[in-house]
């Protein structure tokens, strides 16, 4: 005899949501306390075409006690142009940060990983990586 366990749908569904939402880093600053942080970036990815930019966004998120300042800086592969709009997020900015993404007009096709690494005054950094998919013009 085979039993079956139902899940009802909504569970289902929330766990999607959840985790098509957000691609967490490992903490950063004094891990295991609230004075540490993580950077979130989009899960999926993001698509564009040879010679075409888009704007994703980063977020900064806090422990109740993490009031440093973080530095940014972004690595992308070759045919890959990455600018952050804030270069270091300070205690008082609010946690998001655009990140402009270009694709040369020679970009290879295909899945490309980002990486955007945040380093506070003290403490560990961090590095959170999303996807950007090229397509040919």
Do not use: W, Y
């Not at 909504?10 to 609230?34: E, I, K, Q, R």
């Amino acid at each position: 005899m085979r039993l079956l366990k139902l899940i009802p749908t909504g569970l289902v569904a929330a766990a999607v949501l959840v985790s098509a939402g957000c691609n967490n880093s490992s903490t950063g600053g004094h891990t295991g306390t609230n004075d540490s942080f993580k950077l979130k970036a989009p899960a999926m990815a993001t698509t564009l075409k040879q010679g075409d930019r888009e704007t994703v966004t980063v977020t900064l998120d806090r422990g109740s006690n993490f009031k440093q300042n973080v530095k940014l800086d972004a690595t992308a592969p070759s045919g890959l142009k990455v600018d952050l709009a804030n270069k270091t997020v300070n205690s008082s900015d609010k946690a998001d940060v655009a990140v402009t993404v270009e694709a040369d007009k020679t970009a290879p096709v295909g899945e490309h990983v980002v990486k955007i690494t945040g380093t506070p005054e003290t403490g560990a950094a961090t590095t959170v990586d999303f996807k950007v998919k090229v397509e040919a013009k």
